[in-house]
């Protein structure tokens, strides 16, 4: 872990920090069980081409994986609970300080659908309107009223900031999402924010996160002396208050529910009437100890190291 500079590989991952816990979607990407310190890579790209062509010196590839157990998002009047989250990604780090990204062919975020307190009956009920008092009336089976949310990316991660992701108080990077609500009434199209029109999170590091550093060999047995590193940061907060949220869309049978959401969750709503809260995320980042050292071939080792990690 030497050619590209301790600096800039922390600073890409207290940005990956930052936003993995808001960052999820509810699709199943398939998972390999890895042994030992590899455990939390169970994704990584390490096959994809740009990770493969890293060379150890003027290139490096990386996996990150960042999840989070527990936070919560305000939209206008509405708190939705963030569910258990796994983010994913290779990164190529070049020697200028610049990096891309590459996401797993099943995609980057993976998520666990948070209940919504009250369901149906919170988020839209009493209504004196006649449609929604229709509906409202029927919600006394749980499954009727059970309402699921899933925050989803609705674009790509942009602005990012080096200083930032090593302090407390500045934005690290924006990042566009939609919150997928999921009900029969509602069906399976109700979006709060869309691609066209997203939520713009803009988290900080709320507190700084712990470091620690674990050497292990390639098959990702703990060795002192092994040819991978791991970084772990753990026990940091993020948050964002500055976001503006747009009006539902896609609610109900040709968006006829769209009001009736937006009315009762206070949506759309202006920046400072919103915020999000992240618990305690734990974020790994691992690369070979010595890239040069592995030079012209670096990316076809970490990935030949993966590969020896299987279980």
């Known amino acids: 872990m030497r050619s590209v500079s301790n600096r800039t590989r922390i600073g890409v991952l207290a940005a990956f920090t930052a936003f993995s816990a808001v960052l999820s979607t509810g699709s199943a990407a398939a998972k390999t069980q890895l042994n030992g310190d590899w455990a939390p890579f169970d ?9 493969l062509a890293a060379d150890g010196i003027e290139t490096i590839a990386t996996c990150i994986a960042s999840s989070s157990v527990t936070g919560s998002i ?3 009047k509405s708190q939705v609970p963030t569910g258990n989250s796994d983010l994913q990604l290779g990164v190529v780090q070049r020697s200028d300080g610049t990096n891309a990204l590459v996401a797993p062919p099943g995609g980057a975020l993976t998520a666990d659908p948070a209940e919504i307190p009250g369901g149906l009956l919170g988020l839209m009920c009493p209504s004196g309107i006649p449609l929604v008092s229709a509906i409202c009336r029927q919600l006394t089976d749980n499954n009727l009223n059970r309402v699921t949310a899933t925050i989803e990316p609705a674009g790509a991660p942009r602005d990012f900031n080096m200083v930032a992701a090593f302090s407390t108080g500045e934005p690290i990077l924006t990042i566009p999402v939609r919150i997928h609500l999921k009900n ?3 069906g399976d199209k109700c979006y709060i924010g869309t691609t066209a029109d997203p939520v713009l999170l803009k988290p900080q590091n709320l507190n700084a996160p712990s470091l620690s550093l674990q050497r292990f060999a390639a098959d990702g047995t ?22 503006a949220v747009p009006g539902a869309s896609g609610c109900g049978v040709a968006g006829l529910l769209d009001w009736a959401v937006n009315l009762k969750t206070g949506l759309p709503s202006a920046s400072g009437k919103n915020s999000v809260k992240l618990d305690n995320t734990s974020t790994y980042f691992g690369s070979p100890y010595d890239p040069a050292g592995l030079a012209p071939n670096e990316g076809r080792k970490l990935s030949e190291f993966w590969h020896s990690a299987v279980r």
Do not use: H, I, N, W
């Open 43 to 51: 994704r990584c790209p390490v096959d994809a081409p740009a990770m």
């Open 74 to 76: 305000t939209l206008g």
């Open 184 to 186: 029969p009434f509602l």
């Open 222 to 243: 703990r060795d002192d002396e092994g040819e991978m590193g791991r970084y772990t940061f753990s026990g940091a907060d993020q948050g964002d208050a500055t976001f």
